[in-house]
């Protein structure tokens, strides 16, 4: 480990010429030449890794593999500290390069188990609530308004309207073509997949009926200033291949990124 640190460059300059397809990784490594190297570790709160006991013999009810590498690189950070660098023996030296790679393995399991608590979502906090599928709210992709719009006012597009005013759309139907709930259900579910006129009217009457019917915009992360936006839908897009929120300009640039969850109020 200490020899890569003193020898970098050289590292860099062997590989590069063995793996050209690598070249936008390599330049990358040598613009960003002092975070290849760390004299500190982050550690996680103790709150967000705290283990239960379990019971008399010392046994964990919940136990973290994270915390076990956190001691493991205490214990070695220890043992390194203990030797006088001002009189190294030259098996001193080996020795510690040893001890450098037993920590770079923990801290790679770190990172690992901090990858998988991120990337997947577990438990019922995760799986259940932040991640489970609301009623009547949608995904839509963010689009620009040509100038038509006013600061509080977007257009919906057809699918994200239909999944929207489901409930409202299959009542209508049922009434206007004298029909069952369930068979009422079957057409909307096909409209879905070929647009259908009746339910694009039924859609446009909901909206002329109200008014205006206000809907909250959420683009993550939540905690950014106009993260949320309440706006009123101005019109329903017909072309059922059309995906996109039309937006007006003067939020587009605050929302910054592609996709928004869309709510009905």
């Given at each position: 480990m200490?020899?890569?640190?003193?020898?970098?460059?050289e590292?860099l300059?062997y590989y590069?010429k063995?793996?050209?397809?690598?070249?936008k990784?390599?330049?990358?490594?040598?613009?960003?030449y002092?975070?290849?190297?760390t004299?500190?570790?982050?550690v996680?709160?103790?709150?967000l890794r705290?283990?239960?006991?379990?019971?008399e013999?010392?046994n964990k009810?919940?136990?973290?593999?994270?915390?076990?590498?956190?001691?493991a690189?205490?214990k070695v950070s220890?043992?390194i500290?203990?030797?006088?660098v001002?009189?190294m023996?030259?098996y001193d030296?080996?020795?510690?390069d040893?001890?450098?790679?037993?920590m770079?393995?923990e801290?790679?399991e770190?990172f690992?188990?901090?990858?998988?608590?991120?990337?997947?979502?577990?438990g019922?906090?995760f799986?259940?609530v932040l991640?489970?599928?609301?009623n009547?709210s949608?995904?839509?992709?963010i689009?620009?308004s040509?100038?038509r719009?006013r600061s509080?006012?977007?257009?919906?597009c057809?699918?994200?309207?239909?999944?929207?005013f489901?409930y409202?759309c299959?009542?209508?139907?049922?009434q206007i073509k004298n029909?069952s709930?369930?068979?009422?259900?079957?057409?909307?579910n096909a409209?879905l997949i070929d647009f259908?006129?009746?339910?694009?009217n039924i859609?446009?009457h909901i909206i002329?009926k109200e008014?205006?019917?206000?809907?909250?915009?959420?683009?993550?992360?939540?905690?950014?200033y106009?993260?949320?936006c309440?706006?009123?839908i101005r019109r329903?897009?017909?072309?059922i291949?059309d995906?996109?929120l039309?937006v007006p300009?003067?939020?587009?640039?605050?929302?910054?990124?592609?996709?928004?969850?869309v709510k009905?109020?």
């Amino acid at each position: 480990m200490r020899w890569l640190y003193n020898h970098l460059d050289e590292v860099l300059d062997y590989y590069e010429k063995k793996k050209p397809n690598k070249k936008k990784a390599f330049k990358k490594i040598r613009e960003e030449y002092d975070k290849v190297f760390t004299h500190s570790l982050p550690v996680i709160n103790a709150i967000l890794r705290f283990e239960s006991p379990g019971g008399e013999n010392g046994n964990k009810l919940f136990k973290f593999k994270i915390n076990t590498c956190y001691q493991a690189l205490i214990k070695v950070s220890n043992k390194i500290n203990e030797y006088d660098v001002t009189a190294m023996h030259i098996y001193d030296g080996k020795s510690i390069d040893k001890l450098l790679y037993s920590m770079q393995l923990e801290v790679s399991e770190v990172f690992d188990e901090i990858f998988r608590a991120l990337d997947g979502k577990n438990g019922v906090i995760f799986g259940k609530v932040l991640s489970g599928k609301y009623n009547w709210s949608c995904r839509n992709v963010i689009g620009p308004s040509s100038g038509r719009l006013r600061s509080n006012e977007i257009e919906l597009c057809y699918i994200s309207s239909m999944e929207l005013f489901r409930y409202e759309c299959i009542n209508y139907y049922t009434q206007i073509k004298n029909c069952s709930v369930m068979l009422a259900s079957r057409k909307w579910n096909a409209a879905l997949i070929d647009f259908d006129p009746v339910f694009y009217n039924i859609l446009c009457h909901i909206i002329k009926k109200e008014k205006y019917i206000n809907i909250l915009i959420n683009r993550n992360p939540s905690i950014n200033y106009m993260s949320f936006c309440s706006m009123k839908i101005r019109r329903i897009k017909k072309d059922i291949n059309d995906k996109t929120l039309t937006v007006p300009t003067s939020i587009i640039k605050a929302m910054g990124k592609i996709y928004a969850h869309v709510k009905l109020l």
